[in-house]
């Protein structure tokens, strides 16, 4: 039983936690330094030679661990992009490159010979372009995409209610994941849920939602993943509750949404408040995820509010085998694929699979440009990895 954490040491803490997840691989730094991709890519000499795509809503930070499976609450799960806090309208070759240097730094993770990363690339490549022509034909999954599916789809709020709060009880825990609010945080919090619009979006989403009610039943501070480090996140317990009395409960998720860290593409007409932005952008590239969230306003800033299903799960790679991380790259830049391809209409689907085949190397089956971005910030990254684990080092000898 961990003690809980003041509201004083929270930034303290989420330091320390991020600093030493970023640590322990090269593959976690990759995950948790998105603005350092960018810096890197935008450095890089192979950044004049990315084409550019048609504008479209993307990711912005495609990485491994934002793949998973995900519930359009009606019983059906499908693989995901899963989380787009970064998303904006821009080139789809940015989420390509994000693709396969996260799947470039699992395999080096799992001992894999740096053949296996080309032909992962270019597997990649294939996969997409799958998409890309519509073709019926799927992808098949991997070893690692199959169990996560087969997990998530037997997941009930049970399974939730433990993982999440250690319990089946309709309460938040204070502890390890969750903390204390402010009493401004708790006042907010409930003036959230009583407002008339949220009411009505969040029982929009309810089947037989007429003469039901919400209610907030319980909150605490959230300490997940660190990425909202000095951001508003929040875990609330709700109850939704009909004319007699009867009713369901639901854990929802309140996030903070600032300006992207992702390039926009020139003139791209997006809506100004960030959370509307990432709503609008799950919406076009993660329809299970996107019809289930909503913007609001919380002690005045921009939050994105989303019902968290059981079935929402990601994907963890611990370690490859070398025919998984072949297929999973395929499978998996197909899901991107796919976002991507609803986006478009068929004469700029084309235009753009062209775009991507017409690149191809003498000596690999695959983009020059996407594989020598991969090169050159695996090669970044790796170096910043090292950096930081010297700091983390010193730091926790002083």
């Known amino acids: 039983m961990h003690d809980p954490v003041t509201a004083q040491d929270r ?13 322990r691989s090269a593959h976690a730094y990759v995950r948790g330094n998105t603005v350092k991709f960018y810096e890197w890519l935008a450095a ?6 990315v084409p550019m795509g048609p504008a479209i809503w993307i990711c912005g930070d495609c990485h491994l661990g934002n793949l998973g499976p995900l519930s359009d609450g009606e019983g059906h799960v499908a693989v995901q992009i899963r989380d787009l806090d970064q998303t904006v309208i821009g080139n789809p070759a940015l989420d390509l490159i994000r693709l396969g240097l996260s799947l470039a730094t ?9 053949v296996t990363t080309a032909r992962m690339v270019e597997e990649m490549v294939e996969g997409y372009a799958g998409a890309l022509r519509r073709s019926d034909e799927d992808a098949p999954e991997p070893d690692v995409v199959r169990s996560v599916k087969r997990r998530a ?11 999440r709060m250690g319990a089946a009880e309709p309460r938040i825990p204070l502890g390890h994941k969750f903390w204390a609010l402010e009493d401004a945080e708790r006042a907010g919090l409930t003036a959230l849920f009583e407002d008339a619009g949220v009411k ?16 907030l039943i319980d909150a605490a501070y959230w300490m997940k993943g660190c990425s909202s480090l000095g951001l508003l996140r929040y875990a609330a317990l709700i109850a939704i509750k009909g004319a007699k009395g009867r009713g369901d409960y639901a854990l929802v998720d ?15 007409a997006m809506p100004r408040d960030p959370a509307e932005r990432v709503v609008a952008g799950a919406r076009a590239l993660s329809p299970y995820l996107g019809e289930r969230m909503i913007a609001g306003r919380l002690l005045d800033r921009s939050v994105f509010i989303r019902e968290l299903a059981p079935q929402d799960l990601k994907l963890e790679v611990e370690q490859f085998s070398q025919g998984q991380a072949v297929k999973a790259a395929r499978y998996l830049a197909r899901v991107v694929g796919k976002a991507h391809a609803r986006q478009m209409d068929e004469a700029q689907r084309g235009a753009w699979r062209h775009a991507l085949l017409d690149h191809r190397g ?11 971005a991969v090169v050159d910030l695996s090669g970044s990254h790796e170096a910043g990895y090292l950096e930081h684990c010297r700091r983390y080092a010193l730091a926790n000898a002083a």
């Open 11 to 23: 930034i303290a803490t989420l330091e320390s936690a991020r600093t030493l997840k970023m640590a």
């Open 44 to 49: 890089s000499p192979v950044a004049g030679r």
């Open 106 to 114: 699992a395999a080096r993770g799992s001992d894999l010979p740096g």
């Open 153 to 163: 789809l037997g997941r009930r709020w049970r399974h939730l209610a433990r993982e």
């Open 200 to 215: 009505r979006q969040i029982l929009s989403l309810q089947p037989d939602s007429a003469d039901r009610d919400v209610r």
């Open 254 to 268: 309140i996030k903070e949404a600032i300006a992207p860290i992702a390039p926009a593409a020139p003139g791209a």
């Open 362 to 372: 003498t000596s690999l089956d695959a983009p020059s440009w996407l594989w020598d």
